[in-house]
């Protein structure tokens, strides 16, 4: 009888406990504590282990037997496969992008699905804006990608928990590339990832604001994702070094960013921090549309931009009719989107090759900013 490998305690998150129970199986698959023709334990034990219903370790069974990873043989249990080697099929012509689909970026993805299509490949895009950036929706997509065995995938990645690490990772041992845009994490040192230096950024921007006078730095943003953490570490660097004093965060819904009258008006708490704020701040805001927000709060609180108060923004939005022009940093997406893509469509490199390439923003003064 093949020997079972005895299996340690595990603590689940609050998500779905059988996807999380897949998962870590799957880990196991892929590292060897469960080899080919190795019997896992039963089902019994399974429920023990993970504290759940037979129920769940049933369905987190079902799906890995579906997958080709496990077999069920009756009367004997439930077994790794000897023959599941995905790495080794013939890749698909597909190329995934889980990307925000909206109207201010939807020229880069013509340019970038007509690159594809220059390749001889196929675009198949998701969708994952602020609203959308869910782990759980976008690693649906991602199962998608490895069951048809999509040669690459690029990701503009979940800031929220619980991450889809070790989804990356799998799919990179089934061969299959993946590229962030946006890091999901603190350490990205295993991934590969083509975005802009949060960090140098955040440098950068605070040098310019310390050498126009300002005393406080206040950053506005819908979230505080791994990427503007970064971006506050670099402001903090710059701030203790000018004696500056950086203010707490002002927050506001991320699901309303596209209409910054209803910032205004759904984030009370907002309107109220803007308009306390100290006179010689310099604003950072996140978004586009958070910036403007700040504009219209101060435009009416009788605070003078930008002697009293500056203001810059995230370039990452189309103009609007009517809004004010703030000074911006302007992010490259088109840049790093098509140089993603290069990478996704060239055979010549493999899923294994760690490519890690940094882009800078370019600073542009708009009269939001006293002058240096």
Same mark, same amino acid.
């Given at each position: 009888?093949?020997?079972?490998?005895?299996?340690?305690?595990?603590?689940?998150?609050?998500?779905?406990?059988? /996807?999380?129970?897949?998962?870590?199986?799957?880990?196991?698959?892929?590292?060897?504590?469960?080899?080919?023709?190795?019997?896992?334990?039963?089902?019994?034990?399974?429920?023990?282990?993970?504290?759940?219903?037979?129920?769940? #370790?049933?369905?987190?069974?079902?799906?890995?037997?579906?997958?080709?990873?496990?077999?069920?043989?009756?009367?004997?249990?439930?077994?790794?496969?000897?023959?599941?080697?995905?790495?080794? !099929?013939?890749?698909?012509?597909?190329?995934?992008?889980?990307?925000?689909?909206?109207?201010?970026?939807?020229?880069?993805?013509?340019?970038?699905?007509?690159? #594809?299509?220059?390749?001889?490949? =196929?675009?198949?895009?998701?969708?994952?804006?602020?609203?959308?950036?869910?782990?759980?929706?976008?690693?649906?997509?991602?199962?998608?990608?490895?069951?048809?065995?999509?040669?690459?995938?690029? #990701?503009?990645?979940?800031?929220?928990?619980?991450?889809?690490?070790?989804?990356?990772?799998?799919?990179?041992?089934?061969?299959?590339?993946?590229?962030?845009?946006?890091?999901?994490?603190?350490?990205?040192?295993?991934?590969?990832?083509?975005?802009?230096?949060?960090?140098?950024?955040? =440098?950068?921007?605070?040098?310019?604001?310390?050498?126009?006078?300002?005393?406080?730095?206040?950053?506005?943003?819908?979230? !505080?994702?791994?990427?503007?953490?970064?971006?506050?570490?670099?402001?903090?660097?710059?701030?203790?070094?000018?004696?500056?004093?950086?203010?707490?965060? =002002?927050?506001?819904?991320?699901?309303?960013?596209?209409?910054?009258?209803?910032?205004?008006?759904?984030?009370?708490?907002?309107?109220?921090?803007?308009?306390?704020?100290?006179?010689?701040?310099? #604003?950072?805001?996140?978004? !586009? /549309?958070?910036?403007?927000?700040?504009?219209?709060?101060?435009?009416?609180?009788?605070?003078? =931009?930008?002697?009293?108060?500056?203001?810059?923004?995230?370039?990452?939005?189309?103009?609007?009719?009517?809004?004010?022009?703030?000074?911006?940093?302007?992010?490259?997406?088109?840049?790093?989107?098509?140089?993603?893509?290069?990478?996704?469509?060239?055979?010549?490199?493999?899923?294994?090759?760690?490519?890690?390439?940094?882009?800078?923003?370019?600073? /542009?003064?708009?009269?939001?900013?006293?002058?240096?």
């Amino acid at each position: 009888m093949v020997g079972q490998v005895k299996m340690k305690k595990y603590h689940l998150k609050n998500v779905t406990k059988s /996807e999380q129970i897949k998962d870590i199986l799957q880990e196991m698959l892929d590292s060897g504590e469960y080899a080919p023709g190795k019997k896992l334990p039963a089902e019994s034990e399974l429920r023990k282990t993970f504290n759940v219903s037979r129920n769940t #370790v049933r369905e987190a069974l079902s799906n890995l037997v579906h997958e080709g990873r496990l077999s069920k043989q009756h009367g004997r249990g439930t077994f790794v496969t000897d023959k599941f080697i995905n790495a080794d !099929m013939k890749k698909t012509n597909f190329i995934g992008l889980c990307y925000p689909l909206a109207e201010y970026n939807l020229d880069i993805l013509k340019d970038a699905q007509e690159r #594809v299509l220059e390749a001889g490949k =196929i675009l198949v895009t998701y969708n994952v804006n602020e609203d959308l950036q869910d782990p759980l929706y976008e690693k649906r997509f991602l199962e998608k990608v490895k069951k048809e065995n999509f040669q690459s995938v690029i #990701v503009f990645s979940t800031p929220r928990e619980p991450l889809n690490t070790v989804i990356y990772d799998r799919l990179r041992k089934n061969g299959i590339k993946v590229i962030l845009i946006s890091p999901n994490k603190t350490d990205m040192s295993e991934e590969t990832f083509f975005c802009f230096d949060y960090k140098r950024s955040g =440098i950068s921007i605070a040098e310019k604001i310390a050498s126009m006078g300002y005393k406080h730095v206040a950053l506005v943003s819908a979230n !505080m994702p791994p990427s503007y953490q970064l971006l506050k570490s670099g402001i903090e660097e710059i701030m203790s070094k000018e004696n500056m004093t950086l203010l707490d965060n =002002i927050y506001a819904d991320p699901h309303h960013l596209d209409n910054p009258k209803e910032i205004i008006t759904l984030n009370p708490d907002f309107e109220k921090k803007v308009k306390t704020l100290p006179k010689n701040t310099a #604003v950072i805001a996140t978004q !586009m /549309e958070l910036g403007w927000s700040v504009h219209s709060v101060l435009s009416e609180s009788g605070l003078e =931009i930008p002697e009293d108060i500056g203001i810059c923004a995230f370039y990452n939005r189309i103009a609007k009719n009517n809004s004010p022009i703030l000074s911006k940093l302007i992010i490259p997406f088109r840049t790093i989107l098509m140089d993603a893509i290069h990478y996704a469509i060239d055979e010549d490199i493999l899923a294994q090759d760690n490519i890690q390439k940094y882009y800078t923003v370019n600073f /542009e003064p708009q009269g939001t900013l006293r002058k240096e």
